[in-house]
């Protein structure tokens, strides 16, 4: 089993950064993809970044490229997102997951049922 804890979440102007941190516990996530996903107040969950086990392939969401950098430290069991130029449009609580690397994963990283474990959520509240 793996248990995974986010941390990080705050409140944040528009234009500002946050750094979420992801923490696994139970076994090694070294072989497991790990990403985020976020939901926000009545919408479904999304995907927002994913990397693989290495750190040599990393996936984002159109909505975060380019602001958003996810990164891993497999030592430590730790994920991170760091966010910048924070928009109202990123507030939601946000989820850190992990997958069991796969053939299959490049084609299916966005897929919240390819991934086997969740954290509780951080909430991320971005003001205008």
């Known amino acids: 089993q793996v248990q995974l804890v986010e941390s990080g979440g705050g409140l944040v102007q528009a234009g500002g950064s946050l750094r979420l941190s992801c923490a696994a516990s139970g076994r090694s996530v070294s072989t497991y993809a790990m990403a985020w996903f976020r939901q926000a107040p009545g919408k479904e969950r999304e995907f927002v970044a994913a990397?693989?086990?290495?750190?040599?392939?990393?996936y984002y969401a159109d909505s975060v490229k380019g602001r958003f950098t996810i990164s891993r430290d497999n030592a430590k069991s730790t994920v991170s997102l760091q966010m910048n130029s924070l928009k109202p449009e990123d507030t939601a609580v946000h989820f850190c997951?992990?997958?069991?690397?796969?053939?299959?994963?490049?084609?299916?990283?966005?897929?919240?049922?390819?991934?086997?474990?969740w954290g509780q959520g951080t909430q991320v509240t971005v003001s205008s």
């Open positions: 997951a992990g997958a069991r690397w796969t053939y299959d994963y490049s084609g299916n990283y966005y897929r919240e049922n390819k991934y086997e474990y």
């Open positions: 990397i693989s086990p290495s750190g040599g392939s990393i």
